[in-house]
């Protein structure tokens, strides 16, 4: 009984199956979680920027207008604007599991530039982090 036991091939299979599980099974399961996360937080991200941008893109100097009638973003109300519709529009990101940075420039009176990362831990061990980064520039729309 113990040698048709030991020459009964048909539990072989069986580690084959725990093997590939193994080497094929978990890395792909890691990409189609991990990468389908990382694709929400990008696109996330990306509308996030885009809305900040434009916020920011449209804090007027009003005292400068008012009394030279010249067009100019106020840089600290522009910050300040920016990161409410920012941080505002990516309230789900500790339940998703990313932390969000923001970035503000102004290259022109009239422009502003923002940058946005995000870093997104993995959910399958073993991996790296992946980082998002986006960017939007945005023009002053208000007409004199």
């Given at each position: 009984m113990l040698r048709r036991f030991r020459n009964d091939r048909r539990g072989d299979v069986w580690a084959f199956i725990a093997v590939a599980m193994i080497f094929i099974a978990m890395p792909l399961a890691s990409l189609v979680v991990d990468v389908t996360r990382g694709m929400y937080v990008r696109?996330?991200?990306?509308?996030?920027?885009?809305?900040?941008?434009?916020?920011?893109?449209n804090a007027m100097n009003v005292s400068v207008f008012?009394?030279?009638?010249?067009?100019?973003i106020d840089p600290g109300l522009g910050r300040s604007q920016a990161a409410r519709v920012f941080y505002g529009t990516l309230t789900d990101a500790a339940k998703v599991g990313?932390?969000?940075?923001?970035?503000?420039g102004f290259p022109g009176p009239t422009t502003a530039n923002c940058q946005a990362a995000a870093?997104?831990?993995?959910?399958?061990?073993?991996?790296?982090?992946?980082?998002?980064?986006?960017?939007?520039?945005?023009?002053?729309?208000?007409?004199?």
């Open positions: 696109t996330h991200l990306q509308v996030a920027t885009d809305a900040a941008c434009e916020a920011a893109a008012q009394a030279t009638g010249v067009r100019q990313f932390s969000p940075s923001l970035a503000i870093t997104v831990a993995h959910l399958i061990p073993l991996t790296p982090p992946m980082t998002a980064v986006v960017e939007t520039t945005s023009q002053m729309r208000a007409v004199p």
